[in-house]
């Protein structure tokens, strides 16, 4: 398998398993460079490379892990190992530290203070119920000004003019954190957003945790992530980045921005969010630009599915050592999909239990047997309709806490929880096996 070390790489590991689209016919960074990354996105064939983009004198790519088999290429595993890998490298203790360096490839070119300005980021304007154009894939690259700890993160950014942001942020998010944990809490804050990065990075960066995420991207490759001090800030940046930008947040400077298509599917609402003023633009020569299909399968999976589903399946483990876990993508992360061998009825209720209680954001769990494909919605379907007794298969969790987000929540997140039990209840009526056919090739008799 390819070594990975940076976005051109990944690119290159993606073409040679077939997983690279390259979009040669040129595209609008208005919407359709997004309809086109998310109907590829749900057909779970490619990411993409856009080559020719209006808007953009940069190619921009996307998706590169919006499925399982791309994450898989991007960790260095088999499909089957993407969790095991994900418990082993978000333990602390198999984290490796960044080393830094002197040199980054983003060095190539640069623009200071008024003459970024000059430089024309391509950011699209993914949906169309979105309030403008998006910085959505870079990772926000901080650091606390008490411990010194790095962190990586996410945070939508909304163009507001040439060099000015909207720049969202939960107050539960390290960087905010960080800022109000200073004398002056409404001081100009530093920050760096890295675009184009080793995979390694991005999925760091999805991870909530009390260490710096640059570790756990070491932990997957094995390696310190090489890192260089930012120009314009006290930063340590990834030095494989393909564009970095630097400047200063403003806590107290607000202003509303979005909506944007969010991860539970709606567009979320404009938020009265600081502002971010940016002091320095550098790049790598022939530079590709990053973003992330907002509300949709890359955005889904990098916050909810990577970072949850080794969480998930050591609660539900605690119960039964051979369960399998799946949060499906088109669940938003509320829904969680639990995989067994039954040998007790009250067994998939505890399991439900266990998985709602793993993280907040989960909310409906269905508990499903061996011979059911937990990554093929068509046979959850199957299971709901063929094995689900709905007044005695079902039950709920009334005043749970979850997610602010959760459409079907409170405004503070608070809502009711679903646990089905989706087994084969032999006990009930005894049907036998599933019908099955054995796979065949195709080719061989359509060619």
Not at 61 to 79: E, N, P, Q, W
Not at 377 to 385: C, D, K, M, Q, V
Request: proline share 6%.
């Amino acid at each position: 398998m390819a070594e990975i070390a940076d976005l051109r790489s990944f690119i290159d590991a993606l073409e040679a398993e077939g997983q690279l689209a390259r979009i040669v016919r040129r595209v609008s960074i208005e919407h359709e460079l997004a309809d086109v990354g998310a109907a590829l996105a749900r057909s779970g064939t490619h990411a993409a490379l856009f080559e020719s983009v209006d808007g953009s004198q940069w190619p921009i790519f996307c998706g590169g892990l919006a499925s399982h088999r791309r994450t898989a290429i991007a960790l260095g595993c088999g499909v089957e190992e993407i969790i095991d890998v994900m418990e082993h490298v978000l333990d602390p203790q198999n984290g490796v530290a960044p080393v830094r360096v002197e040199q980054a490839a983003w060095h190539a070119n640069q623009a200071l203070g008024d003459d970024t300005a000059s430089v024309e980021l391509p950011i699209p304007t993914h949906s169309r119920g979105d309030g403008g154009a998006f910085i959505t894939g870079a990772v926000t690259v901080a650091k606390d000004p008490v411990s010194g700890r790095g962190n990586l993160g996410y945070n939508r950014m909304l163009k507001m003019g040439p060099t000015r942001f909207g720049f969202n942020v939960n107050e539960w998010r390290d960087v905010g954190t960080f800022w109000k944990s200073r004398d002056d809490p409404d001081a100009p804050f530093p920050i760096a957003l890295a675009i184009g990065l080793d995979p390694a990075v991005m999925i760091a960066a999805g991870v909530k945790t009390p260490v710096d995420e640059l570790f756990i991207a070491g932990a997957i490759r094995g390696r310190g992530i090489e890192v260089c001090r930012g120009t314009t800030v006290d930063i340590d940046i990834p030095a494989s980045a393909e564009i970095v930008v630097e400047g200063l947040l403003h806590p107290a400077d607000r202003e509303s921005e979005g909506p944007l298509a969010e991860f539970h599917g709606y567009h979320g609402e404009a938020w009265n969010s600081p502002t971010f003023e940016v002091t320095s633009i550098s790049w790598r020569d022939d530079p590709i630009y990053q973003t992330i299909i907002p509300g949709w399968y890359e955005h889904v999976y990098l916050g909810n599915i990577l970072p949850r589903e080794p969480l998930l399946r050591r609660f539900v483990r605690h119960l039964d050592p051979t369960a399998d876990v799946h949060i499906p993508p088109y669940g938003n992360g509320f829904l969680a999909v639990v995989q067994i061998d039954r040998d007790n009825p009250g067994g998939p209720k505890n399991l439900a239990m266990a998985a709602m209680a793993a993280h907040i954001n989960i909310r409906n769990v269905i508990v499903v047997d061996r011979d059911i494909d937990i990554h093929e919605p068509t046979e959850l379907l199957w299971a709901l309709t063929n094995r689900v007794h709905w007044d005695d298969d079902v039950f709920t969790a009334p005043g749970a806490q979850g997610h602010e987000m959760d459409p079907v929540a409170d405004m503070r997140g608070v809502g009711t929880k679903v646990g089905i039990d989706a087994t084969y209840k032999r006990e009930r009526r005894d049907y036998g096996e599933r019908v099955a056919y054995a796979p065949v090739d195709l080719t061989k008799y359509t060619a």
